[in-house]
């Protein structure tokens, strides 16, 4: 019976691995950087497409869910539309949010993987994890899993250079 628990224990663990590997791919796309047609070659089509102006601008949202999300995630959403120095780029990342099933992006997970965060605090009874590097996460009101990765373009550093750490 103890052979049974210790293979089933395994045999999680290693589901675990796989699913937060697979959704560690989607770690290519860049806000920022990567591009509509750099997504598609990596990802394929998308489930959804809708289009919206916002501030002005004409934006679209890729949404992908289902049997085309990534294992370990209920679904991703990527929107393209980003304002910069050098003007409009309608076809560039603007952000990206990966919602990850219960058990891949854990609290330790993530300090894990991005470290100590610049800004935690609580919104909505939720804890939250902000990083320069630009990314924001939710957890769930435990606040053991991740519910939330927004992924956005790296943050400038707080006035003054100090980093605003809780």
Known sequence: MRRL???????AATLALAAAVDSAEWSTVRPGETTQAAV??????PSTVTSEKLEGYDTTRWLYEGAQA?????????????????????????????EPKPGIFTRK???????????????????????????VVYFDKEGVNAEQMYFTPPQPPAPGGAPSRR
């Open 5 to 11: 628990v210790v293979a089933g224990a395994l045999l």
């Open 70 to 98: 990534p294992t370990g995630a209920k679904k991703v959403t990527i929107d393209f539309g980003l304002l910069t120095p050098q003007g409009y780029k309608p076809d560039v990342v603007r952000q990206m949010l990966l």
């Open 40 to 45: 598609r070659a990596r990802f394929g089509a």
């Open 109 to 135: 997970t993530v300090l894990d993987g991005w470290g100590e965060p610049d800004i935690a605090s609580v919104e909505r009874g939720r804890k939250f994890a902000a990083y320069r590097s630009g990314l």
